[in-house]
Nanobody
């Protein structure tokens, strides 16, 4: 059974940076996509960025040029480097793994951008 554990969240001032990590345990297949989603209070969960096993990446428009998703397959870890953070980035961030038709979610980690 796959488990995902996020780390690296916290409180940061506007304009600051954070780096989220998501470590996977269990069996990870060669073909998969890992992603970061977020959910702000009162809003629906939304895709932030995703990366497939070939390194192809995809970002939502509001984070392009500020966020970078990457992965280390040997460590079974996906990262989200977040720069130039704004209060609108405040949300619970979730790691997601999709492989063989199955989705796995992490427990979520809070990111708060505030002065």
């Amino acid at each position: 059974q796959v488990q995902l554990v996020e780390s690296g969240g916290g409180l940061v001032q506007p304009g600051g940076s954070l780096r989220l990590s998501c470590a996977a345990s269990g069996t990870i297949f060669a073909i998969n996509t890992m992603a970061w989603y977020r959910q702000a209070p009162g809003k629906q969960r939304e895709l932030v960025a995703r990366i497939d096993n070939n390194g192809f990446t995809d970002y939502r428009g509001s984070v392009k040029g500020r966020f970078t998703i990457s992965r280390d397959n040997a460590k079974k870890t996906v990262y989200l480097q977040m720069n130039s953070l704004t209060p609108e980035d405040t949300a619970l961030y979730y790691c997601n793994l999709f492989q063989s038709g199955v989705e796995t979610w992490g427990q979520g980690i809070q990111v708060t951008v505030s002065s």
